[in-house]
């Protein structure tokens, strides 16, 4: 359910609407919560696990509240066990509020940080994705001015390494083509305009090629990205946050989908946050929770074959 004082429930009360007798969901939270949405009885595909973990007395849609953020985390380790226990077969989560965890205690600045600390994952990545692109982000949650000296040999050929992983694994292609934006205007116009991509891209680039990865860049990232858009290239390596962002919102925030890779299952999550200032009518759109859904069941679909094929 994410923080149930955002949109989570609205988007999972429409999502039950149109899906509950095509997709079997199993939905972790505060039942009450999501009866205030309009659901009061689920359909036969659909099983809720009633946490109760919000008082009713000290709730209200749209409030940043340090038990909100508490009762997330909650429904994401029952999740959690779930999986493990192979009762469910992936995992999508709804928004949680940054500010609620800072205020909760926690130190996590997200869902993505708190499963790479839980399932033990540092190197977890990040894909953003809608059906024109796939992204991945070599930074992630980071100021803008501590992007350039953030991005080591190390974490950009992790990324990249995640990147071509995922794409056999959970998307069946045998020969991925990624393409790296740069850091700077003009991917630094050989240097000119600063020097991250001659000092650091460009030898990691040379490096995994050599290994078989067919890995191209680095490019300014208008050129990378415009590129991927045309099929070109299977996905792009963005270096900070923004620079993936913004392209996939412009294309359609409806349909983005967050896609964690390094995990021991599927993740993935709506490309919107909680939406505070929506949460207590019925505005929000389910269209990228539904996108989510979806590329979970096909990411988990498409692993167990590419795991069929090893064995």
Same mark, same amino acid.
């Given at each position: 359910?994410?923080?149930?004082?955002?949109?989570?429930?609205?988007?999972?009360?429409?999502?039950?609407?149109?899906?509950?007798?095509?997709?079997?969901?199993? @939905?972790?939270?505060?039942?009450?919560? $999501? !009866?205030?949405?309009?659901?009061?009885?689920? =359909? #036969?595909? %659909?099983?809720?696990?009633?946490?109760?973990?919000?008082?009713?007395?000290?709730?209200?849609?749209?409030?940043?509240?340090?038990?909100?953020?508490?009762?997330?985390?909650?429904?994401?380790?029952?999740?959690?066990?779930?999986?493990?226990?192979?009762?469910?077969?992936?995992?999508?989560?709804?928004?949680?509020?940054?500010?609620?965890?800072?205020?909760?205690?926690?130190?996590?600045?997200?869902?993505?940080?708190?499963?790479?600390?839980?399932?033990?994952?540092?190197?977890?990545?990040?894909?953003?994705?809608?059906?024109?692109?796939?992204?991945?982000?070599?930074?992630?949650?980071?100021?803008?001015?501590?992007?350039?000296?953030?991005?080591?040999?190390?974490?950009?050929?992790?990324? @990249?390494?995640?990147?071509?992983?995922? $794409? !056999?694994?959970?998307?069946?292609?045998?020969? =991925? #083509?990624? %393409?790296?934006?740069?850091?700077?205007?003009?991917?630094?116009?050989?240097?000119?305009?600063?020097?991250?991509?001659?000092?650091?891209?460009?030898?990691?680039?040379?490096?995994?090629?050599?290994?078989?990865?067919?890995?191209?860049?680095?490019?300014?990232?208008?050129?990378?990205?415009?590129?991927?858009?045309?099929?070109?290239?299977?996905?792009?390596?963005?270096?900070?946050?923004?620079?993936?962002?913004?392209?996939?919102?412009?294309?359609?925030?409806?349909?983005?989908?967050?896609?964690?890779?390094?995990?021991?299952?599927?993740?993935?999550?709506?490309?919107?946050?909680?939406?505070?200032?929506?949460?207590?009518?019925?505005?929000?759109?389910?269209?990228?929770?539904?996108?989510? @859904?979806?590329?979970?069941?096909?990411?988990?679909?498409?692993?167990?074959?590419?795991?069929?094929?090893?064995?």
């Amino acid at each position: 359910m994410g923080d149930p004082a955002g949109v989570g429930p609205t988007i999972i009360a429409k999502a039950i609407n149109k899906l509950g007798r095509i997709v079997p969901l199993v @939905i972790f939270g505060d039942f009450w919560i $999501l !009866k205030k949405k309009g659901i009061s009885k689920l =359909p #036969k595909e %659909v099983e809720f696990i009633d946490l109760n973990k919000v008082k009713p007395d000290r709730f209200s849609f749209g409030l940043v509240h340090p038990d909100n953020s508490r009762a997330a985390i909650a429904y994401l380790d029952k999740a959690i066990e779930f999986l493990k226990r192979g009762q469910v077969d992936c995992l999508v989560t709804c928004p949680i509020s940054k500010e609620g965890l800072a205020k909760a205690g926690f130190s996590w600045s997200g869902h993505t940080e708190y499963l790479a600390e839980k399932e033990n994952c540092p190197d977890l990545v990040m894909m953003l994705l809608n059906n024109r692109l796939r992204i991945s982000l070599v930074t992630r949650h980071l100021p803008l001015g501590s992007v350039p000296s953030s991005i080591t040999p190390k974490l950009l050929s992790k990324t @990249i390494l995640k990147t071509n992983q995922a $794409l !056999k694994e959970y998307f069946l292609l045998t020969k =991925p #083509k990624i %393409v790296v934006c740069g850091i700077n205007p003009h991917a630094s116009d050989n240097g000119v305009i600063g020097k991250e991509e001659l000092t650091i891209v460009k030898p990691v680039l040379k490096r995994l090629l050599k290994k078989g990865i067919s890995v191209y860049g680095p490019f300014p990232a208008d050129v990378a990205l415009a590129e991927a858009y045309e099929g070109r290239f299977d996905a792009a390596v963005a270096m900070y946050h923004d620079q993936a962002l913004i392209p996939l919102k412009f294309l359609g925030n409806d349909q983005g989908v967050n896609l964690t890779l390094g995990l021991p299952f599927v993740r993935t999550s709506p490309l919107h946050g909680t939406a505070f200032d929506i949460a207590a009518t019925s505005k929000a759109n389910p269209s990228s929770l539904i996108s989510a @859904i979806f590329m979970a069941v096909k990411c988990s679909l498409n692993q167990k074959k590419a795991l069929a094929k090893i064995s």
